[in-house]
């Protein structure tokens, strides 16, 4: 059964270490200043000449408040104003990209990232809207991917209401935890009362889908307590979870400085609250997908990792991987084909590049050869959970013993501690290697040896 998952805590200890969560290879760490205006352009034209369909991502960075844990691109301001330059900046940038582009490119996937997208006024969001269905090819009737990140705070009927008529299906909920001691200790107050009345919205205007996000391993949790709001959870029947590690790393990301590390659950607590999460969730029905993810089984992600079809991209794990993804907004990353890109990160640069009627890709990495085949097996491994060398073999006319021989003794040693099953045709992750899938993708990472662990999170 690919929902099989079998806890072993020495298992853990050894392979629990830092690495990247592999939304992309190479990751952002290798993205580099080479890469400019002009090479988005150039593959945007490829896009349209192989009229591939798309997937779009918008960044909406501001937040009334600060979330400590937070690790996003965020403008925290009261201010509501503030969008206003921001948004004509996205809005030229919308047309300076899908002029490139050809009508004819479907959009089958579109996200609302954040920041806090309902952060926007109704009529803010309305101009947006209108913006991107004049300039891209939008579906109709509710057949598209359309989803909007969420805080409830944030959010009422009438809210929900405009998003569904906006064309929105999916909605993902920031909740992370319902303790209230914890909710103080990172700044995010808010009560399972608001988080049910959107979730109630939602499901009475026929949203498909809805998401929910929680973190383990915040300040003054406590496995009993994170217990009981994954019970609540379980009780709101989300369609999709997310129950993301808490990685405290307040050299790269300020907010978390707030936080007193002598608040943070122990590493023994973390993984008490993981084990019981994983009980709790599978014996609701849950499946476990991977990398933090859960899902009901007649989800269409569930349903693609049976039929070996699921893909993981920026958006995380997703159906739609064959789609060109293309980042709106500061800091948005797109993936066009062999080419990553990048905008730039500061807001105000962002929108002075766009006022001088220029592109704001700031870096980004073009894939060679090598970056592919890696790519194409950490996307199998991570996605299926088994990987047939053939494949491999024959997209990339490589031999895949000898291509990755420097790779056979770490993988020899997991399939030995029972994290895989592996002879001279394929690679299968068994229930031991589940969570610690991170770990066995990392083997074949070409970039990792050479970076700082510390800048990323551990497996588990």
Not at 9 to 31: C, E, H, K, N, V
Not at 119 to 125: G, Q, T, V, Y
Not at 227 to 242: F, G, K, W, Y
Not at 361 to 388: A, F, K, W, Y
């Amino acid at each position: 059964m690919l929902d099989a998952i079998r806890w072993d805590s020495d298992l853990i200890r050894r392979y629990d270490l830092a690495g990247p969560r592999y939304t992309s290879y190479p990751t952002a760490m290798q993205f580099h200043e080479q890469i400019s205006p002009f090479d988005f352009l150039h593959a945007l034209r490829e896009s349209r000449k192989a009229l591939r369909p798309l997937s779009l991502y918008v960044h909406v960075p501001f937040c009334a408040n600060i979330c400590y844990y937070c690790a996003c691109n965020k403008v925290i301001t009261k201010d509501r104003g503030r969008a206003q330059p921001y948004l004509k900046r996205l809005e030229q940038e919308i047309g300076l990209v899908a002029c490139h582009l050809d009508p004819g490119q479907t959009v089958e996937q579109l996200h609302f990232g954040g920041g806090t997208p309902t952060f926007l006024s109704h009529d803010e969001l309305r101009q947006l809207m209108g913006q991107l269905r004049e300039h891209f090819n939008l579906l109709d009737g509710d057949s598209g991917d359309y989803g909007i990140e969420i805080d409830p705070r944030e959010a009422d009927w009438s809210t929900m209401g405009l998003l569904r008529e906006l064309g929105f299906n999916r909605v993902s909920i920031g909740l992370q935890d319902l303790d209230p001691a914890v909710q103080r200790a990172v700044n995010r107050l808010q009560s399972l009362d608001e988080t049910r009345a959107v979730i109630d919205a939602a499901r009475t205007l026929q949203f498909r889908s809805i998401n929910i996000d929680l973190i383990y391993g915040l300040p003054k949790q406590t496995p009993l307590g994170f217990a009981r709001t994954v019970e609540e959870v379980i009780n709101l029947q989300p369609d999709r979870l997310s129950v993301f590690n808490y990685a405290h790393l307040p050299d790269r990301f300020k907010p978390q400085r707030r936080i007193n590390p002598s608040d943070l659950p122990s590493p023994a607590d973390k993984l008490h609250m993981l084990e019981h999460t994983i009980e709790q969730l599978t014996g609701a029905g849950y499946r476990y997908i991977g990398m933090d993810h859960f899902a009901l089984p007649d989800d269409e992600l569930a349903i693609a990792q049976e039929e070996s079809r699921l893909q993981r991209n920026f958006q995380g794990y997703t159906t739609h991987g064959h789609c060109d993804l293309i980042g709106l907004g500061v800091s948005a990353i797109s993936q066009i084909g062999e080419l990553y890109c990048q905008n730039n990160g500061d807001i105000t640069k962002y929108q002075h590049t766009l006022a001088s009627e220029q592109l704001a890709t700031s870096r980004g990495l073009l894939c060679n050869l090598d970056d592919r085949i890696r790519r194409e097996v950490i996307q199998h491994i991570i996605c299926n959970l088994h990987l047939p060398f053939a494949r491999i073999e024959q997209a990339f006319n490589i031999d895949f013993r000898g291509y990755f021989s420097a790779q056979w003794p770490a993988l020899k040693t997991m399939a030995e501690d029972g994290l895989i099953a592996l002879d001279n045709e394929q690679l299968t992750v068994l229930p031991a290697g589940r969570l610690l899938v991170r770990s066995v993708c990392m083997v074949f990472d070409a970039y990792l040896a050479q970076q700082t662990r510390q800048r990323f999170s551990r497996v588990i």
